[in-house]
């Protein structure tokens, strides 16, 4: 799960794939946005350093790895990165 902010969610659309990486090994895999979905009032502020304006919605993307043999080489709560949509 990924979250962006309101400002940046326009470059997202589901269904489209995008490249992202595990932090720990550096390995890069294709994965699939398969929910776009914006976050309660609440969650708006989950960080102390927000990358986002205040009172700008947020959004959770969901996405799936593509090929599923990369299911079994994933843990819960490992750092991922996505590269941006260009």
């Known amino acids: ?14 269904g489209n794939t995008y490249t992202v990486t595990v932090a720990a090994t550096n390995q890069p895999f294709e994965a699939r946005l398969t929910a776009i979905k ?8 989950s960080s102390a350093f927000a990358d986002y304006e205040l009172g700008e919605g947020v959004y959770e993307l969901r996405l799936i790895p593509v090929d599923q043999k990369v299911m079994g080489t994933l843990y819960s709560n490992m750092t991922i990165v996505m590269e941006e949509p260009k």
């Open 1 to 14: 799960r990924f979250t962006v902010s309101e400002n940046n969610i326009t470059r997202f659309k589901k």
């Open 38 to 45: 914006q976050l309660p009032g609440y969650a708006d502020i």
